[in-house]
């Protein structure tokens, strides 16, 4: 049961701009960063397409871009986050003219940024990026605390123990939020829930995360959440006969029977009006660059078609309301050791979201 939000995307202009090309001439009467030739856009991704997760849901956006736009994206796989990898094969692509490049990870971020320096007349974009955006440098990412809190509700609603675990990866800020929301989400179905969240230290390692997810198990723990790149918690959730929520795209895929809930990028609902303003000719990119909730592309929900009626209408109500403008971190908010971090209906800024160096009470487990 897919959710979609509707775009207000008129496709077929869109595809003829792009086939038609756009000349300097036109872009440099606009207001924004300005392409010099036709649009080239490439993507380069630091893993390969199919891992399953992170890299495969932008390659799948990618397949989806290229139909909306008629054009085709090219792009490169298995380009290591190190800066001797990255420049030899973003500057290849620039010297074949491509002039959008599209990037993969956290670690690009610093030499997207050198590389954004070099060539101000290339647009640079990158996911999960953390360096202040250029005039043709653009850092994006979504508030994956929403959806998280959404799959939360399901684990909330499916529990038996009231124990419900989380595989994550990096205790970062954007790690972090995911952890809280979803006990956060839990809890709003089961107010008495608790939550265990083993961090491996990596995005992309499936033997720690299946060792992670069978400790849980071993815990009795009977739903595993996941902030990690591989569908392995799904898979080992399957493997004990209990559920699961996955993370990056609709982990059904690899195990349909525990899989209830997973929290999906939905990229080119983001990218495609994107590519769209700079072919026009009128990108700016924020300074802080693009922090996207589920109504502005960043991640959404798909629900498994087992879930009872009752739980599917309480967690659409709920993505209804968030779409609205709720914010999943309302006050009073506590952490593990009681201190409140926020108020009674207050709600974090951005940059507090960013910098959460701290999980919230009912989660069980260590930052470091």
């Not at 000349?23 to 036709?38: E, H, M, P, R």
């Not at 179905?189 to 083993?198: E, G, S």
């Not at 815990?219 to 006969?241: K, L, R, S, W, Y």
């Not at 908010?333 to 160096?357: F, V």
Request: charged share 20%; with cysteine.
């Amino acid at each position: 049961m897919y959710y979609k939000i509707a775009r207000s995307l008129v496709v077929g202009l869109l595809a003829a701009t792009f086939l038609a090309g756009v000349s300097t001439s036109t872009v440099a009467k606009a207001d924004g960063f300005a392409l010099k030739g036709d649009p080239k856009p490439v993507f380069v991704y630091f893993n390969v397409k199919n891992d399953g997760g992170w890299v495969q849901a932008l390659d799948e956006a990618r397949l989806r871009m290229e139909k909306a736009l008629g054009l085709t994206i090219p792009y490169v796989e298995d380009i290591p986050e190190v800066a001797t990898e990255i420049r030899p094969a973003v500057k290849k692509f620039i010297k074949r003219g491509h002039n959008i490049i599209l990037g993969s990870a956290f670690g690009y971020s610093d030499t997207f940024l050198e590389l954004a320096n070099e060539h101000s007349d290339i647009a640079f974009l990158n996911p999960a990026g953390t360096t202040n955006n250029e005039k043709n440098l653009l850092s994006y990412y979504g508030r994956t605390y929403e959806s998280q809190y959404l799959c939360g509700m399901v684990a909330g609603a499916m529990t038996k123990s009231g124990k419900i675990g989380f595989v994550a990866a990096n205790p970062f800020g954007l790690v972090n939020w995911t952890v809280n929301a979803y006990l956060l989400g839990a809890r709003q179905m089961n107010p008495n829930a608790t939550l265990t969240v083993v961090y491996t230290g990596a995005w992309y390692d499936p033997v720690k995360e299946r060792a992670a997810a069978q400790a849980l198990v071993e815990q009795g723990i009977d739903v595993i959440g996941q902030h990690v790149d591989t569908p392995t918690p799904q898979i080992v959730a399957q493997e004990n006969g209990i559920y699961g929520t996955g993370h990056h795209r609709d982990m059904r895929e690899f195990a349909n029977k525990a899989t209830l809930c997973s929290s999906v990028w939905v990229w080119d609902r983001f990218l495609t009006p994107t590519l769209e303003q700079i072919v026009a000719g009128n990108w700016k990119p924020g300074a802080w660059g693009a922090f996207l909730s589920i109504k502005e592309g960043g991640t959404d929900v798909v629900l498994s078609d087992d879930l009872p009626q009752d739980v599917v209408d309480k967690v659409m109500a709920e993505r209804d309301a968030i779409m609205n403008g709720k914010h999943v971190y309302t006050g009073p908010i506590y952490d593990q050791a009681g201190k409140e971090r926020i108020a009674a209906g207050k709600t974090p800024s951005d940059g507090d979201l960013w910098g959460m160096d701290y999980l919230v009470q009912g989660v069980i487990g260590k930052l470091n």
